[in-house]
């Protein structure tokens, strides 16, 4: 009852009302039409993503992400920001960018770039091909009572998310699963970073594992690794990290101080929620996946409100 009470109350709640008071920084991952992403959770397809931004031209500009960071009155702005650097976003979506004159980030994972797969991609294959039991019995790392929850706990910030690939892909080898260039769903060539005054690239980390479940050292050279091979390309670069996994247990202390050393001031957070207007070094973002935005606009809004 208090559900669809809440669902009652958000439905009157004008969006301009919102756009005086927070900012819907969005952050999308696969963009497309691809049957392979029919299952992704992450998966917004071009109909939806196209609806969604033009409801949110209606109250807010869209800006780059270091314009958005760097600005000293938020109000009215939003930002575009795209994380894991999926195929799909160069080769399906970024026309419905140009069209509607939105900039985009991508913060990438730069490890793909030398051949690997996303490690996400490989708990996804497990779960899609129904391997998930069998490969908790062959685990020493996990138990039975994770396999129901096994997309959550394999991220989870106890496990080093480093000892978790190195243990999926033993797995593999035992079972003679070969992941084929079919399988390889994010950038893995050089020709999928485009000079274009409407595209950025940002640092996601080399691999994508969870920070928190690194030691320093480890974190630091993740974060290095994807920076230095940024540095590198002839493109527009974003001076703002985007947090693998995005929670507030995804990241902690050492995190912040490898970021400082290296020159990263501004954090993005994947909090599914509104940003404030306040100056801060952490932006939250928001997932947009169904075709209707203004009602996730509306439901975060009110709480938030309700939060105080």
Request: charged letters at 30%; a positive charge.
């Amino acid at each position: 009852m208090k559900l669809f009470l809440k669902d009652i109350i958000s439905s009157f709640i004008p969006i301009g009302l919102i756009s005086k008071n927070f900012n819907p920084v969005l952050l999308y991952h696969s963009l497309g039409s691809g049957s392979k992403f029919k299952n992704n959770v992450d998966h917004v397809n071009l109909e939806i993503l196209i609806n969604q931004l033009k409801s949110i031209q209606k109250y807010w500009k869209f800006v780059t992400i270091d314009e958005y960071a760097s600005a000293k009155n938020k109000k009215g702005l939003t930002s575009l920001t795209i994380d894991d650097g999926y195929k799909n976003i160069i080769d399906e979506s970024l026309e419905v960018f140009k069209s509607l004159d939105i900039p985009i980030t991508i913060f990438i994972n730069s490890s793909t770039l030398n051949g690997k797969i996303f490690w996400r991609d490989k708990v996804r294959y497990l779960i899609e091909n129904k391997l998930v039991a069998k490969y908790v019995n062959f685990s020493n790392l996990f138990e039975k009572k994770h396999i129901h929850k096994f997309y959550l706990i394999s991220k989870d910030q106890k496990f080093n998310s480093i000892e978790v690939e190195k243990d999926i892909d033993l797995f593999f080898s035992k079972e003679s699963i070969i992941l084929t260039n079919s399988d390889k769903l994010c950038f893995d060539s050089k020709r999928y970073f485009i000079k274009n005054n409407l595209v950025t690239y940002g640092n996601h980390t080399a691999n994508h594992y969870m920070l928190s479940s690194l030691n320093k050292q480890e974190q630091y050279d993740e974060i290095l690794k994807c920076k230095d091979f940024i540095d590198e390309l002839d493109v527009n670069k974003s001076e703002v990290f985007s947090i693998p996994f995005g929670g507030d247990n995804s990241f902690n202390k050492d995190t912040l101080l490898c970021l400082d050393d290296l020159n990263y001031k501004k954090v993005l957070k994947s909090t599914n929620n509104l940003d404030t207007l306040k100056i801060s070094n952490e932006i939250c973002r928001l997932m947009p996946k169904y075709y209707e935005i203004e009602k996730t606009l509306k439901k975060l809004f009110l709480k938030k409100i309700i939060k105080g």
